[in-house]
C-alpha cells in the first residue's frame, strides 16, 4: 500500500522546484511567525538558515504554491527538532523507587504539575508519593496537600521548620516502608535564578538520588524560558521540560527555544489549573501552533489529501456500489491519520454539521490499533464482503485479534453505519479541488 502511495505521490510531484527568491520570500513570513511565536532570536536565526539551505531545489509537490511548500517544509523541520514522537518520564519497573524533582522559577506551575503527574501515574496503577519542600511559602503545603487530597493521594509533609533536603530524605524513607515507588518532591523556585535556590536544588538531588528532574516553565516567559532552562541544565541538570499555562493565549515559542537550545524533550504541557489539565507533548501540535499559520497548514494538508484523487475516485465508486470493504475502511483511516489526525480533517470537511459527532466517534484515533487488528484478523473474503461475518467468524476475528466479540460487533456495527452514512454523502465525495481523498 505505501508503496502504490509513494508511486502516486511522485507522479504527482513534478511541478517545478523551488527557487531561491521562492525560499526566500516564503521564510521572511516565518521569520515573523516565529519571532512573534516568541522563539528566541538565536534559534531563529539560526532554523531559518538550515531551512533555506534545504529547501532551495526541492520538488514543489502538486496543489501546493511555491511558498506554501516552504512552509510545508518549514512544518517537518519544526516538527523534527521538536522530537518527532513523545516522550515521558522514565520510571524505573516495578517497586523500585523513582525519584521525581520538578525544578523552576516561582509561579510555573511546579505545585500544579507534581500534582497533575501524581494524577496520571496514579491512574496508570503506579503508588506515588507528593513530597512537600517549599518550606518558603507556608501556603506551598497546604497547596500540595489539597491537591494530593483532591486525588486520594499522600502528601509527605513535616511543615516549614525542617529543611528540604532531610524533609525529601524522610520522604523517601516513607516511601519505601509504604511500598510506594515513586516519589514526587515538590521544591521552592525564586522569582529570578538565584544561586540559593540552585545550591538547595543539588543538595536534594545529592542527598535522595534524584532520577528525573523536572523543568517547568511557564508559556508565557518567552524568551526567557530559554535563559531559565539553560541556567537550570548546566546548574543542576535536567532530564525533561514541562511547559504550562500554554491554555494562555501564547504560541508557545517557548517549546522550539528550549528544545533547540538545551535538547531536552518536553513531556508534558499544562493546558489549564484543573488537575486533569495535563496532556503529552506532541510535536506537529506544536509546530502548527508555533506557527501560527492554521489557514495555511490546512490547505498543505487539503494538498496533500489531493494527491491520492485518483483513489479517491476509486474509493467512491466502490461506496457508491457499497462494496465498500474493511480493507478501504483501514486504508481511509491511515490516511486521515496521515493528513494529521482526525479531527483537524473534519474540522476542514465542509456541511459535515450535526454528523461530525457521530463520524468522530467512529474514526476515534485512539483505537485505530484495535481496528486494525480486527481487520487483520480477517480473511480476504470476510474483508471485502463483510456480510459474511457470522458469529463463528466474529468469534474467531475476536480471538485473532487480542478482544472480545462484543468489541468485534460494535466495530461491525459500525462499519455498517460508517458505510452507510458514506453514501448517504456523495457531495464530500465528488467536484471540487480540495475535497478530501480517501474518506
Ligand atoms: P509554583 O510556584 O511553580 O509551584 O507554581 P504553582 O503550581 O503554584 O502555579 C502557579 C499558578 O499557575 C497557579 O495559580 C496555578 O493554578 C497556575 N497554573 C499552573 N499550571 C497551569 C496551566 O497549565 N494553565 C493555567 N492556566 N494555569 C496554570
Ligand atoms: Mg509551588
Request: with cysteine; glycine share 10%.
Amino acid at each position: 500500500l505505501t508503496e502504490k502511495l509513494q508511486n502516486v505521490f511522485k507522479k504527482l510531484r513534478s511541478k517545478g522546484r523551488l527557487t531561491e527568491s521562492d525560499v526566500k520570500s516564503a521564510l521572511k513570513e516565518v521569520k515573523m511567525a516565529l519571532l512573534e511565536a516568541d522563539v528566541s532570536f538565536k534559534v531563529v536565526k539560526q532554523f531559518i538558515n538550515s531551512v533555506q539551505e534545504q529547501a532551495v531545489g526541492q520538488d514543489v509537490m502538486n496543489g501546493l504554491n511555491p511558498g506554501q511548500m516552504v512552509i510545508k517544509i518549514v512544518n517537518d523541520e519544526l516538527v523534527k527538532l521538536m522530537g518527532s514522537e513523545t516522550t515521558e518520564i522514565t520510571l524505573k519497573q516495578g517497586n523500585e523507587i523513582t525519584v521525581v524533582m520538578m525544578v523552576g522559577l516561582q509561579g510555573a506551575g511546579k505545585t500544579t504539575t507534581a500534582a497533575k503527574i501524581a494524577g496520571k501515574l496514579k491512574a496508570k496503577g503506579r503508588k506515588p508519593l507528593l513530597v512537600a519542600c517549599d518550606v518558603y511559602r507556608p501556603a506551598a503545603i497546604t497547596q500540595l496537600q489539597v491537591n494530593g487530597e483532591k486525588q486520594g493521594i499522600e502528601v509527605f509533609a513535616m511543615g516549614d521548620k525542617k529543611k528540604p533536603v532531610d524533609i525529601a530524605k524522610a520522604a523517601v524513607e516513607h516511601a519505601r516502608g509504604q511500598g510506594m515507588n515513586v516519589v514526587i518532591v515538590d521544591t521552592a523556585g525564586r522569582l529570578h535564578i538565584d544561586e540559593d535556590m540552585m545550591q538547595e536544588l543539588i543538595a536534594i538531588r545529592e542527598a535522595v538520588h534524584v532520577d528525573q528532574s523536572l523543568l517547568v516553565v511557564d508559556a508565557m516567559t518567552g524568551q526567557d524560558a530559554v535563559n531559565v532552562a539553560e541556567t537550570f541544565n548546566e546548574k543542576v541538570g535536567i532530564d525533561g521540560v514541562v511547559l504550562t499555562k500554554l491554555d494562555g493565549d501564547t504560541r508557545g515559542g517557548a517549546a522550539l527555544s528550549i528544545k533547540a537550545i538545551c535538547g531536552k524533550p518536553i513531556f508534558y504541557v499544562g493546558m489549564g489549573e484543573k488537575l486533569s489539565d495535563l496532556e503529552q507533548f506532541y510535536p506537529d501540535r506544536m509546530a502548527s501552533r508555533i506557527l501560527g499559520m492554521g489557514d495555511v497548514m490546512s490547505l498543505i494538508e487539503k494538498a496533500q489529501a489531493n494527491l491520492d484523487e485518483s483513489k479517491a475516485k476509486e474509493m467512491e465508486q466502490k461506496m457508491r456500489k457499497a462494496q465498500f470493504g474493511f480493507d478501504d475502511y483501514l486504508e481511509s483511516m491511515n490516511q486521515m491519520k496521515k493528513m494529521g489526525g482526525i479531527s483537524s480533517v473534519l474540522g476542514m470537511m465542509p456541511g459535515l454539521g450535526g454528523k461530525m459527532k457521530d463520524l468522530e466517534g467512529m474514526v476515534d484515533e485512539k483505537d485505530l490499533a484495535r481496528k486494525e487488528a480486527m481487520i487483520y484478523s480477517m480473511t480476504p473474503a470476510e474483508r471485502s464482503n463483510p456480510d459474511l461475518l457470522n458469529p463463528s467468524r466474529k468469534n474467531r476475528i475476536a480471538k485473532g485479534a487480542g478482544v472480545t466479540v462484543a468489541e468485534v460487533n460494535r466495530f461491525v456495527k459500525q462499519f455498517e453505519q460508517t458505510r452507510k452514512m458514506m453514501k448517504q454523502m456523495p457531495g464530500m465525495m465528488k467536484g471540487k479541488k480540495g475535497k478530501l481523498g480517501g474518506f
